[in-house]
């Protein structure tokens, strides 16, 4: 199906339905990066802004990674503003319903971890994104993410059942 050939109705009905299917993830993913609800919540309509933009671009299978990607990519640019290094972060807000009450603590110690680390582990755990697709998402090899999940791993003295490959 490609997108530029959609008409309007068509194209909103095919955007809404992605709204609706990823909007958690993307708020969570946001949040994770962000540490705050308030931002969070402009980072996630700044991404499905730019996923509205740029709906021909979006690939045939895997629009979610495509998603998070822009995400991703959004809070990277919050993180830079000159704002956002100045607010210091509040731990205390953890997203609505982002990770199960029992696990706050190692939530936040993932938190905690270096960027490229943090976002394999959000990626690939609580998005529940394969290897490949956390790879894509993050535009690197896939023994990129093997690698920084194993980093991530030691960091936290975390050693998952059967491996990380999904």
């Known amino acids: 199906m490609k ?15 992605w709204m609706r299917a990823y909007e ?19 980072a996630l309509q700044d991404t499905f802004l730019k ?13 979610k990674p495509w998603i998070l990607r822009i995400a991703a990519n959004t809070c990277k640019d919050y993180r830079r503003s000159a704002w956002v290094r100045r607010v210091k972060p509040d731990d205390r807000l953890l997203a609505a319903g982002a990770v199960p009450e029992q696990d706050d603590d190692l939530y936040l110690d993932v938190l905690a ?5 943090r976002q394999a582990v959000l990626l690939h755990h609580y998005q529940r994104l394969t290897i490949d697709e956390t790879a894509k998402t993050m535009g690197v090899h896939r023994s990129s993410v093997v690698r920084r999940l194993k980093k991530a791993y030691r960091l936290l003295d975390y050693f998952p059942e059967g491996g990380q490959d999904r």
Do not use: T
């Open 51 to 63: 996923v509205w933009r740029h709906m021909e671009k979006a690939p045939g299978d895997g629009v």
């Open 3 to 17: 997108i530029a050939s959609l008409q309007s109705g068509e194209r909103k009905a095919l955007f809404e339905s």
């Open 113 to 117: 971890l270096p960027i490229q680390e």
């Open 24 to 42: 958690n993830d993307v708020l969570r993913l946001c949040f994770a990066y962000l540490h705050s609800r308030d931002q969070a919540q402009d």
